[in-house]
């Protein structure tokens, strides 16, 4: 059974830092394109970033280019995302996500088909 948790949420004033971490079990993930999402109260469910299977390509929502930055564990089976200079409008609840099978990037909450129980973070102004 595919699991994905999320770790990392919290509390954090304006200008502060995140990191997030998603743990992946019950299927290696290492060929697999993973991504992050968020979803704010009242609004739709919003692609944060993803990273390619290899991990050497990595994409960006407009919003948080120059402030987020997507990774992958040594295992693979772990992604990160490091949130610097967080803002109010960045409050949501983040997501992990990977898709059904070996795509090597998506961008799309479509493409993807596990999802994590997801991880507060609140940004004070």
């Known amino acids: 059974q595919v699991q994905l948790v999320e770790s990392g949420g919290g509390l954090v004033q304006a200008g502060g830092s995140l990191r997030l971490s998603c743990a992946a079990s019950?299927?290696?993930?290492?060929?697999?394109?993973m991504g992050w999402f968020r979803q704010a109260p009242g609004k739709e469910r919003e692609f944060v970033s993803a990273?390619?299977?290899?991990?050497?390509?990595?994409y960006y929502a407009d919003s948080v280019k120059g402030r987020f930055t997507i990774s992958r564990g040594n295992a693979k089976n772990t992604i990160y995302l490091q949130m610097d200079s967080l803002k109010p409008e960045d409050t949501a609840v983040y997501y992990c996500?990977?898709?059904?099978?070996?795509?090597?990037?998506?961008?799309?909450?479509?493409?993807?088909?596990?999802w994590g129980q997801g991880t507060q973070v609140t940004v004070s102004s």
């Open positions: 996500a990977a898709p059904p099978t070996p795509i090597p990037v998506a961008t799309m909450d479509y493409e993807y088909h596990y």
């Open positions: 990273i390619s299977w290899g991990g050497g390509t990595t």
């Open positions: 019950g299927r290696t993930f290492m060929d697999y394109a």
